[in-house]
């Protein structure tokens, strides 16, 4: 490859694509494990146990979505990247939340904050990925309208979830609703 600079080499479009992609599916590694995490804790509750079991599924399949349009365009899956996202999930777990061997009632507040920036982060990846099907016929661009149609569902949901675990966890009255 040919230098631009002293230390850099010149990239082209196909290597900066395959980091992007790489980065994201380092993050959907991540997103995935904390979907799963959260449906667990609520498994079975009420509010939201359903709908984030409905949810963690739908986030696995969208990280199996990537890998496949990784694979369609030729990118390598950089198992490091991979490891880092599963590792950054384990170590998110390991924060001061006021509770060292229980559940924090923060935790189904943080996990769902963190869950619906994952979401906005997959959504624009998606949306940059149909940018690119508009001169590449190897993407599916209704595929990827579908998936960031999900996306923006999802982000509603996460919303709609977060709200009414702000209403449980650390409104003023929430001592009254019987935590």
Do not use: C
């Not at 996460?158 to 019987?178: F, M, N």
């Amino acid at each position: 490859m040919a230098r631009t600079s002293p230390g850099h080499l010149r990239q082209t479009g196909h290597d900066l694509l395959g980091i992007y992609l790489n980065d994201h599916l380092a993050g959907a590694t991540g997103g995935a494990q904390l979907a799963l995490r959260a449906a667990a804790a609520h498994r079975g509750q009420a509010v939201g146990g359903a709908a984030l079991q409905q949810f963690a599924g739908e986030v696995g399949e969208d990280r199996a979505e990537l890998i496949a349009i990784m694979r369609t365009l030729g990118i390598a899956l950089r198992a490091y990247k991979i490891y880092a996202g599963w590792i950054g999930e384990r170590a998110g777990r390991l924060k001061l939340n006021g509770h060292l061997l229980s559940r924090s009632p923060l935790s189904s507040l943080e996990e769902l904050e963190l869950l619906r920036l994952a979401v906005e982060g997959k959504a624009a990846g998606w949306r940059t990925l149909r940018t690119l099907a508009d001169s590449d016929g190897r993407l599916d661009a209704a595929r990827l309208d579908e998936l960031i149609a999900r996306a923006r569902r999802q982000a509603d949901l996460l919303e709609q979830l977060r709200i009414q675990a702000v209403e449980r966890v650390i409104s003023p009255d929430s001592a009254s609703h019987g935590k």
